[in-house]
């Protein structure tokens, strides 16, 4: 396997960063997940449209341009023949004697990428079956829409559910409604057969599969609505999903230990995985 790591294509259990790299010291830095699929990278635009984003929001520079960067997102793919799976890129406010403040301008930023095989034969086993969620205290910042790498929240959430033998934690904030998950947006189906997922505004990072399932459903003319949900009405809803790159739509069949509806994957959410499935099939080659 190997990794890019500040310029160079290095073996994958040589891949160093510094100590006292900010992302190590303080969380410093975003990163994004893309799918990749038949060896081509799903929703390229729109992840580097939310990195810069998030970037930007961080005052943090890209070190190269996004079309170079595309290359290097292509060449670790390559290197590691992925064919289908995930590219991982992570971008840190670099290297500098520990300081809360910013390094001296012109400290260039780190930039790393790995990326390795995804069974999605697996995946689409799991959907199968759908999957079981339970729900935690909504305890992080309130600029979860930057995607950092400071996912002390998450990760524990993501363990809490683990232990419960769920497969994700939903946070859910002091109004009792569902945010999203610990690395999922969450979404349900009304009994009237309304598709419901948080808007974007606050408390939920910006999906890049949540946007495309939207335009999806939107496409198929199915009724949806941008608005926060409690948990109270996901437990009585008819179904119940999650999203994100690596998952794509999964139904969520059980919520804190009781079955979403009769405890069966629901027929809006196969449906948009499948539709998923279609338009990732469709993903330019380049
Ligand atoms: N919310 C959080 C907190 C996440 O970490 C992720 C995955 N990166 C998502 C939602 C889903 O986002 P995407 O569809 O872009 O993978």
């Not at 290095?10 to 830095?29: L, T, V």
């Not at 996004?66 to 799976?85: C, H, I, T, Y």
């Amino acid at each position: 396997r190997f990794a890019y790591v500040n310029g160079r294509y290095i073996r994958h259990a040589d891949a160093a960063i510094h100590i006292e790299d900010r992302g190590y010291q303080f969380a410093d830095g975003v990163y994004e997940v893309c799918e990749v699929r038949s060896g081509r990278l799903i929703d390229e635009e729109r992840h580097m449209a939310r990195l810069e984003r998030s970037l930007a929001e961080l005052r943090i520079d890209l070190p190269m341009p996004l079309s170079a960067l595309g290359v290097v997102l292509r060449e670790v793919v390559r290197r590691n023949m992925v064919r289908d799976g995930l590219v991982y890129l992570q971008v840190t406010r670099g290297v500098a004697p520990r300081n809360h403040l910013f390094p001296a301008p012109g400290t260039p930023s780190s930039l790393v990428v790995t990326s390795r095989s995804a069974s999605r034969s697996a995946s689409d086993a799991r959907a199968e079956k759908g999957v079981a969620v339970i729900t935690v205290p909504e305890n992080r910042w309130d600029r979860v829409d930057i995607k950092t790498v400071g996912l002390l929240p998450n990760v524990l959430a993501k363990q809490a559910a683990k232990e419960a033998g769920a497969y994700e934690a939903w946070f859910v904030d002091a109004d009792g409604n569902v945010t999203e998950g610990s690395s999922t947006n969450a979404w349900i189906v009304t009994k009237d057969g309304v598709i419901v997922t948080r808007p974007a505004e606050s408390g939920i990072l910006r999906g890049i599969t949540r946007s495309v399932i939207l335009d999806l459903a939107a496409a198929d003319g199915l009724n949806v609505e941008e608005r926060a949900f409690s948990l109270e009405e996901a437990k009585t809803a008819r179904e119940a999903f999650i999203t994100a790159a690596t998952t794509l739509v999964m139904p969520v069949v059980q919520i804190d230990g009781a079955p979403v509806a009769n405890g069966a994957p629901g027929i809006v959410a196969t449906q948009l995985r499948q539709r998923f499935h279609d338009f990732a099939a469709q993903a330019p080659i380049w």
